[in-house]
């Protein structure tokens, strides 16, 4: 049974950093693709930080900059390290994952079939 779990979240103030983690079991994230979403009140899901099965990363531009995102194989986990962290940067986090990507957007949610729960990151102003 595949299982992502996500952690790190919490509250911050704007200009902090955050370290989200998502450790896999029963699935191995080697030569996966893997993704970082947000959703932020009354918006829909979107994916913010992406990473090719070859270990590529890509950003949607309103965390490029600022957040990265990053595996360790060996301990079968993907982080997302955020940086300067703003008060819309606030919402539910998600990590997902799928063997593969067949648009080639590895930033579209719906392309992803493995979930973690959603965690929470709030920054004040």
């Known amino acids: 049974q595949v299982q992502l779990v996500a952690s790190g979240g919490g509250s911050v103030q704007a200009g902090g950093s955050l370290t989200l983690s998502c450790a896999a079991a029963?699935?191995?994230?080697?030569?996966?693709?893997m993704i970082w979403l947000r959703q932020a009140p009354g918006k829909e899901r979107e994916g913010i930080a992406g990473?090719?099965?070859?270990?590529?990363?890509t950003y949607t531009n309103s965390v490029k900059g600022r957040f990265i995102i990053s595996a360790d194989k060996a301990n079968n986990t993907l982080y997302l390290q955020m940086n300067s962290l703003k008060p819309e940067d606030s919402g539910m986090y998600y990590c997902a994952a799928d063997e593969w990507i067949s648009s080639g957007d590895w930033l579209r949610p719906s392309e992803y079939d493995h979930w973690g729960q959603g965690i929470q990151v709030t920054v004040s102003s």
């Open positions: 029963g699935y191995s994230l080697s030569g996966v693709c």
């Open positions: 990473l090719s099965e070859y270990g590529t990363p």
